[in-house]
């Protein structure tokens, strides 16, 4: 069994600034992570995927870096907005069924 | 189109009432999934259907069923649910050889 686990339940960043969210999983046989933003009552919306061949891959503001000596991805949003501010989830994706991390409560102050 | 739709937004039922959630994706998506989220936690996956097919029920009490009609709809019928099923209910979809599931905007269940 894959255990997702997001050690920090909160981060603020200052505007402008580089935020780092951080994902640990215990098994090294995976498929694909996925990074999930959500906003308070509403469904998570699909931000950014990596595959175990990879070890970065980036869209837009957006990169996951995957260390897998260390079984340690990260979601580094830069620049970073005030409207990044919602919990961000890493999910890991086996058979199609995910997996989601405890989540981070990112705020980003102006 | 990524969009996925839930009905109804908000539902208050008591716990001898009988209702359903539904979902609805046109994205020709072929598996279909259930989650529930209580507050402050992440999502947990209830059931999953490939091909409108139930093919994974995470050991769900009988209170909740589920049911495809079509490979685009979704429901979820409730009965004689407890106030601790008091959660936000998630639809997601995702198309064949994708790993991203596509989340709709969930249904908010209370239970009196």
């Known amino acids: 069994d894959q255990q997702v686990k997001q050690n920090s339940p909160s981060l603020s960043v200052q505007e402008g600034r580089i935020s780092i969210l951080n994902c640990d999983y215990t098994?090294?046989?995976?498929?694909?992570f996925l990074w999930y933003k959500k906003y308070p009552a509403e469904g998570p919306t699909f931000l950014i995927s990596?595959?175990?061949?990879?070890d970065k891959n980036e869209d837009g503001r957006f990169t996951v870096f995957l260390n897998k000596s260390a079984k340690h991805l990260s979601l580094h949003i830069v620049p970073s907005q005030p409207g990044d501010s919602a919990v961000y989830f890493c999910?890991?994706?086996?058979?199609?069924?995910?997996?989601f991390g405890g989540g981070t409560r990112l705020m980003v102050k102006p | 189109d990524t969009e996925v739709t839930q009905t109804p937004k908000h539902l208050v039922m008591g716990m001898t009432n009988k209702k359903s959630l539904k979902c609805e994706q046109h994205?020709?998506?072929?598996?279909m999934y259930w989650y529930k989220q209580k507050a402050k936690k992440p999502p947990e996956l209830m059931f999953v259907?490939?091909?409108?097919?139930?093919?994974i029920n995470e050991s769900v009490p009988s209170r909740f069923s589920p049911e495809c009609p079509n490979s685009s709809l979704l429901n979820l019928h409730l009965h004689a649910l407890q106030p601790e099923d008091s959660a936000l209910y998630l639809c997601?979809?995702?198309?064949?050889?994708?790993?991203?599931?596509?989340f709709g905007p969930g249904t908010r269940l209370t239970v009196t």
């Open positions: 990596i595959s175990s061949i990879k």
């Open positions: 999910a890991h994706n086996a058979g199609n069924m995910l997996t």
């Open positions: 259907y490939s091909y409108e097919k139930l093919s």
């Open positions: 994205m020709g998506h072929r598996a």
């Open positions: 098994n090294s046989m995976f498929d694909y």
């Open positions: 997601a979809s995702n198309g064949p050889g994708t790993y991203e599931q596509y």
